[in-house]
C-alpha cells in the first residue's frame, strides 16, 4: 500500500492516460474510506482553483474537499473578475499563485493541452479540471469509481458511451480510465459526433490498448444488453458551426419508458449538468445514479487532493 501512496504524492493529474490500474484502485479505496468517514485528514496546505470556464460541480467539489481535508483554497470561479480580462497571461496568473505560496493548482481551462505545458513550467502539482474538449480526468475518476461501488468490480461490464463524442471530455477521459479493464464499450451517436471525429486520436488509443468496442448510432439497439448507460450532453458551445449542432440537438432524450426491459442492476450516468437527454422521469428510478455520482466527486477530489499533497503512509 505505501508504494501507491509514493506514486501518487505530488503528480501532476493531466490526462487519465497517466495512470495505472493499481493507482485507481488506490484511488477508490482512499475515496470510500472518506464517504464511509473511516478516514480524517489535516493537511494544512493551500490549493488553488482557477477556473478560466463555468463550472458548478467540478470548483465546488474540489473546494469543498480541500475544506474537508484541512486545506487552505483561494483563486476564483471566473475569470471574468481577475485581471484575465485586462490582457493577462495564464502563465503570469499562476506565477502570482505561487508567489502567496499555493501547494497546488486545480485548473479549468479553454486551450487543450495547457495543463501540460504549465506542469513544465511550474513545481507544484496542476490538476486538470477540464480542458476544453480534450480531457476532464478527475470527472472519469469519480465516474469509475461510481461504477466499481455500484458493481464491486468493472471487468466485464457493457458500458454505453452516449451523446456528443466528438465535443465531450468526459467521454474520451473516461474511456481512458476503462481501457484498464475488460469491459465492452458501445459509442453511441450520430454520425457527426462519433469519435472518429475527434481532435485527439483517442479512437487509435483505443485500438492500440486493444479495448472492445463498437460504434452504433441507435441507443435502443444495445440498451437491454447494457449494465451502465453513460449519458452527455450535446456540446452547443463547442460547435465551430451552430448549423451542425441544429443538425444534432435533441437526438436522443432518455426517459422512464426506455428502462422498461433493462437489466436489474442497469444504472444511468451522467457527468451533468443535463439539458434534456434524460428526462426526469428517470430520476426517481432505481436507475438514476448522476445525483450520486456528483456526490462522489467529492470523496474522489478528497482522496486526491490527500493523496497528491501529502496523505500519510498507511502501513
Ligand atoms: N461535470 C462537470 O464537470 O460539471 P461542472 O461543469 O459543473 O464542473
Same mark, same amino acid.
Given at each position: 500500500?505505501?508504494?501507491c501512496i509514493?506514486?501518487w504524492?505530488n503528480?501532476?493529474?493531466?490526462s487519465a492516460k497517466d495512470?495505472s490500474?493499481k493507482?485507481?484502485?488506490?484511488?477508490?479505496?482512499?475515496?470510500?474510506?472518506?464517504?464511509?468517514?473511516?478516514?480524517?485528514?489535516?493537511?494544512?496546505?493551500t490549493?488553488?482553483?482557477?477556473?478560466?470556464?463555468p463550472s458548478?460541480?467540478?470548483?465546488?467539489?474540489?473546494?469543498?474537499?480541500?475544506?474537508?481535508?484541512?486545506?487552505?483554497t483561494d483563486?476564483f470561479?471566473?475569470?471574468?473578475t481577475?485581471s484575465?480580462v485586462?490582457?493577462?497571461?495564464t502563465?503570469?496568473t499562476?506565477?502570482?499563485?505561487?508567489?502567496?505560496?499555493?501547494?497546488c493548482?486545480?485548473i479549468?481551462?479553454?486551450?487543450?493541452?495547457?495543463?501540460?505545458?504549465?506542469?513544465?513550467?511550474?513545481d507544484?502539482?496542476?490538476?486538470?479540471?477540464?480542458?476544453?474538449?480534450?480531457?476532464?480526468?478527475?470527472?472519469?475518476?469519480?465516474?469509475v469509481?461510481?461504477?466499481?461501488?455500484n458493481f464491486g468490480?468493472?471487468?466485464?461490464?457493457?458500458i454505453?458511451?452516449?451523446?456528443?463524442?466528438?465535443?465531450?471530455?468526459?467521454?474520451?477521459?473516461?474511456?481512458y480510465?476503462?481501457?484498464n479493464?475488460?469491459?465492452?464499450?458501445?459509442?453511441?451517436?450520430?454520425?457527426?459526433?462519433?469519435?472518429?471525429?475527434?481532435?485527439?486520436?483517442?479512437?487509435?488509443?483505443?485500438?492500440?490498448?486493444g479495448?472492445?468496442?463498437?460504434?452504433?448510432?441507435? %441507443?435502443?439497439?444495445?440498451?437491454?444488453?447494457?449494465?451502465?448507460?453513460y449519458?452527455?450532453?450535446?456540446?452547443?458551445e463547442?460547435?465551430?458551426?451552430?448549423?451542425?449542432?441544429?443538425k444534432?440537438?435533441?437526438?436522443?432524450?432518455?426517459?422512464s419508458?426506455d428502462?422498461?426491459g433493462?437489466?436489474?442492476?442497469?444504472?444511468?450516468?451522467?457527468?451533468?449538468?443535463r439539458?434534456?437527454?434524460?428526462?426526469?422521469?428517470?430520476?426517481?428510478?432505481?436507475?438514476?445514479? %448522476?445525483?450520486?455520482?456528483?456526490?462522489n466527486?467529492?470523496y474522489?477530489?478528497?482522496a486526491?487532493? %490527500?493523496?497528491?499533497?501529502?496523505?500519510?503512509?498507511?502501513?
Amino acid at each position: 500500500m505505501w508504494v501507491c501512496i509514493k506514486e501518487w504524492k505530488n503528480r501532476d493529474v493531466i490526462s487519465a492516460k497517466d495512470f495505472s490500474k493499481k493507482e485507481f484502485l488506490f484511488l477508490f479505496d482512499v475515496a470510500k474510506k472518506f464517504k464511509q468517514n473511516k478516514l480524517k485528514a489535516n493537511v494544512g496546505k493551500t490549493v488553488t482553483l482557477l477556473f478560466f470556464e463555468p463550472s458548478t460541480r467540478t470548483y465546488n467539489s474540489f473546494r469543498m474537499a480541500a475544506h474537508k481535508i484541512g486545506c487552505f483554497t483561494d483563486g476564483f470561479a471566473s475569470a471574468q473578475t481577475t485581471s484575465v480580462v485586462k490582457g493577462e497571461s495564464t502563465f503570469d496568473t499562476l506565477k502570482m499563485f505561487t508567489g502567496y505560496g499555493t501547494d497546488c493548482f486545480v485548473i479549468r481551462h479553454p486551450k487543450a493541452g495547457i495543463h501540460r505545458y504549465l506542469a513544465e513550467r511550474f513545481d507544484v502539482p496542476i490538476i486538470n479540471a477540464g480542458d476544453d474538449s480534450h480531457e476532464h480526468p478527475t470527472q472519469a475518476m469519480l465516474d469509475v469509481f461510481t461504477i466499481w461501488e455500484n458493481f464491486g468490480k468493472i471487468d466485464g461490464l457493457k458500458i454505453g458511451i452516449m451523446g456528443d463524442l466528438r465535443y465531450g471530455r468526459t467521454p474520451s477521459s473516461l474511456s481512458y480510465v476503462l481501457s484498464n479493464w475488460k469491459v465492452k464499450l458501445y459509442f453511441i451517436a450520430p454520425e457527426l459526433l462519433q469519435i472518429e471525429k475527434r481532435l485527439d486520436n483517442m479512437e487509435f488509443f483505443l485500438q492500440k490498448k486493444g479495448v472492445d468496442y463498437e460504434k452504433i448510432s441507435n %441507443y435502443k439497439d444495445v440498451l437491454n444488453e447494457l449494465d451502465v448507460l453513460y449519458v452527455t450532453r450535446i456540446q452547443k458551445e463547442r460547435f465551430p458551426d451552430l448549423t451542425e449542432y441544429e443538425k444534432v440537438k435533441g437526438s436522443y432524450v432518455i426517459t422512464s419508458k426506455d428502462l422498461k426491459g433493462v437489466k436489474k442492476h442497469f444504472i444511468v450516468m451522467h457527468p451533468l449538468p443535463r439539458v434534456n437527454e434524460i428526462d426526469t422521469s428517470v430520476d426517481n428510478t432505481p436507475h438514476a445514479k %448522476y445525483f450520486e455520482q456528483a456526490k462522489n466527486g467529492l470523496y474522489v477530489r478528497m482522496a486526491l487532493l %490527500y493523496l497528491i499533497l501529502g496523505g500519510s503512509d498507511e502501513k
